[in-house]
């Protein structure tokens, strides 16, 4: 196991930990800085793995803009800050749940440990090719992402200012 391996296994781990915790805690803007340490973790194995161009689009789209965007939104819209107990689980839900994803991660266990053995001969890509497909080929999914970017936050200004004549 050389070191590349054990960063690639650290910052995976980072990121499902760091996911799990975003789906788990009671409170939204908790939820919404997790979800920054688990692409952050994700950003980590793209760098270790040599594409860096992909890390650091992933850290200036979904890291710069979405999560910024969902922050601002939640500070817009008065979303309440502290833990969200009405919308609370009840136990036989939650052990549904870790049963269901034990269950899931048992499943990808047996399809993918046998395929792993010898280490796979890494293809020599150069950032211009994948700068050349991912704003190229793949521009339009992300200015439909802008798009609707765009949307979200003209409707958290929209949801703000409340109606015309209300008190506040």
């Not at 690639?8 to 800085?33: K, S």
């Not at 994803?101 to 499943?107: E, F, K, R, Y």
């Amino acid at each position: 196991m050389t070191s590349l391996d054990l960063a690639f296994a650290a910052c995976g781990l980072l990121a499902v930990v760091a996911g799990l915790l975003a789906v788990t805690t009671r409170q939204v803007v908790h939820a919404a800085l997790w979800l920054v340490v688990a692409l952050l973790g994700v950003a980590g194995c793209l760098l270790v793995l040599g594409h860096e161009l992909v890390a650091l689009v992933l850290v200036l789209v979904y890291v710069g803009a979405v999560v910024v965007l969902v922050l601002f939104a939640l500070m817009l819209t008065r979303a309440p800050i502290g833990p969200d107990l009405a919308h609370a689980v009840p136990v036989w839900r939650q052990v549904a749940a870790g049963l269901a994803g034990a269950a899931t991660t048992a499943l990808l266990l047996a399809a993918l440990v046998p395929v792993a053995g010898d280490a796979v001969e890494r293809r020599d890509i150069s950032n211009q090719a994948v700068a050349t497909e991912l704003f190229g080929t793949w521009v339009w999914p992300f200015e439909a992402l802008s798009v609707l970017l765009l949307a979200a936050l003209i409707a958290a200004l929209a949801v703000s200012r409340g109606r015309v004549g209300e008190d506040a």
